[in-house]
């Protein structure tokens, strides 16, 4: 039996890696299933709608969200799905456990490293990195419901009529020569960023000609921009969030992801897809991108590390090209759109005749 109708619940209503990610499965995917999807809300809502694709929306505000979890149950038992396909925690936790109850299959997809066993009654889960899979396997999730399927590029988005071209060192009012650091990514305390504005401070003295761009909305906006302005950074610029963003990627030089926790993280692959290096911490699966020659791995707290070396890939430019070319190379053949729907759509299938 091969599934037809799928309900993606994404508990998000903003867009980073995750909610990206859900979204290019869903537009993708909707040619060969009929998907409908339930979100928080707002900007996330307002991009599955632009797909065609019907959206419901229902805030699950906790783990603990009694009232989510019997609105969930309630859309699953009236439109009867042939499965639930879960993006992002509280989706996972509250989605697993409604679908559950209404006797519809779940996949959780999960790209983080999390704490929690959220997603102990789902069915299956997907996992972006092999050291996903030893991770879930050892917090208790039985390694055959674990499956491996790479995030994936789609060229699509990459062509220059589709990426558009900006030049953010003229809207920003900088010189040509500027060097652009640029995170991309939802501003959230895991990602590290409140040690950003000290190295841009530092930055202005040892290397005027490099600026710092973060480019996203989350809970830690108010507190980079009370650090900019009580820094006095000219130096540091937070652009919020973009539609734009891979073109504001393709305008900078190199990308930096202070995280502290990532699976295979998104803003990474596609920057080095637009052939942008990057700096990152050594944490969990980052250094796998590292190993296409596009980006320099920093041990995990080594702040002077860190800084020192986005110094040394601002000062670079060619190590800056040759990094980027290396990069592209790699994950244009390793991260193929077409093998993760062939994937995916092989899973919702045994999931439909092996779990239901």
């Known amino acids: ?9 994404v508990s998000s209503d903003s867009i980073g890696g995750a909610e990206q990610h859900a979204l290019l499965l ?7 299933f009929h998907i409908s999807v339930v979100c928080n809300g707002g900007l996330l809502a307002a991009r ?39 993006h992002m925690n509280r989706a996972t936790h509250l989605g697993s456990l409604a679908a559950r109850i209404a006797g519809i299959p779940s996949l959780a997809t999960m790209q983080s490293f999390t704490k929690g066993l959220y997603a102990r009654y789902a069915d ?16 208790g999730i039985d390694s055959h419901r674990i499956r491996l399927v790479h995030n994936p590029m789609n060229p699509e988005e ?21 060097v652009l650091a640029i995170y991309s990514g939802r501003l959230h305390p895991m990602k590290g960023l409140r040690e950003l504005p000290e190295f841009a401070s530092q930055a202005a003295h040892d290397a005027p000609e490099l600026h710092f761009i973060l480019a996203g909305e989350g809970e830690e906006h108010l507190l980079l921009q ?28 190199f990308m930096i992801l202070p995280s502290r926790s990532e699976g295979i993280p998104l803003a990474l692959t596609e920057g080095l897809y637009l052939e942008k290096p990057f700096v990152a911490y050594g ?16 041990p995990p707290g080594d702040q002077a590390g860190f800084y020192q070396a986005v110094l040394s890939l601002t000062r ?17 053949k390793r991260f193929r759109i077409e093998q993760c729907l062939d994937d995916m759509e092989k899973i919702y299938t045994e999931l439909v005749n092996v779990y239901r």
């Open 124 to 139: 299956l889960i997907t996992v972006c990195s092999p050291g996903m899979t030893a991770y879930y396997a050892d917090l």
């Open 316 to 332: 670079d430019r060619g190590r800056r090209l040759a990094m980027g070319s290396d990069g592209h190379r790699i994950i244009e």
């Open 158 to 178: 990459f062509r220059p009529e589709r990426l558009g071209t900006i030049d953010l060192r003229k809207e920003l009012g900088l010189g040509p020569d500027t």
């Open 283 to 298: 944490v969990n699966d980052v250094p796998v991108l590292a190993e296409t020659g596009g980006g320099i791995i920093i």
């Open 1 to 9: 039996m091969r599934p037809e109708r799928l309900i993606f619940v």
């Open 226 to 253: 009370r650090e900019i302005l009580r820094r006095s950074l000219r130096n540091m610029h937070l652009l919020g969030f973009r539609r734009d963003i891979k073109a504001c990627v393709a305008g900078s030089d």
């Open 26 to 32: 869903a537009g993708r995917l909707k040619s060969r």
């Open 48 to 86: 599955f709608s632009e797909l065609s694709l019907p959206v419901k929306t229902i805030p699950l505000r906790d783990n603990c969200d009694i009232l989510g979890l019997s609105r969930l149950w309630r859309v699953f038992h009236r439109k009867k799905p042939d499965l639930g396909h879960l």
